[in-house]
């Protein structure tokens, strides 16, 4: 079985209390998943297929030329989580309790823009 790890770090500057850092976090799967899923978010409501194995995260990487509004859900008609239109986003979840599909909800097609999705 693969393993994997996806690993956080960050610092912010120039405040007035000096710099904060967070990190490094790091998150840990001893199944993880070679999986990548490739997809053209279309308008609206999008489901995305989490393998059915005990991987633990997903890093979901948006094109830097999309320009579409982006809301994670857990189904269609829940309030979400508006996400960045560009970058990224890490979700993670207990192993063995991986949910069997999210949300990306977009206010309109990502023509051209590829969003990847990795599973760990």
């Known amino acids: 079985m693969p393993t994997g790890s996806v690993t ?28 990548t899923t490739q997809v053209v978010l279309a308008n609206g409501f999008n489901t995305i297929t989490v393998p059915s194995t005990s991987c633990v995260c997903a890093v979901i990487a948006f094109a830097a030329a999309s320009t579409v509004t982006k809301t994670l859900k857990g189904v269609t008609g829940d ?22 599909t999210f949300g990306i909800t977009t206010s309109g097609a990502d023509t051209g823009n590829t969003t990847e999705i990795l599973f760990f």
Do not use: E, K, Y
């Open 8 to 35: 956080v770090d960050g610092s912010v500057t120039g405040q007035l209390t000096g710099t904060r850092t967070i990190g490094p976090l790091t998150l840990t799967s001893s199944a993880a998943q070679a999986q």
């Open 79 to 100: 309030t979400g989580i508006v996400l960045a239109t560009t970058g990224f986003a890490v979700l993670t979840w207990v192993s063995g309790s991986a949910p069997a």
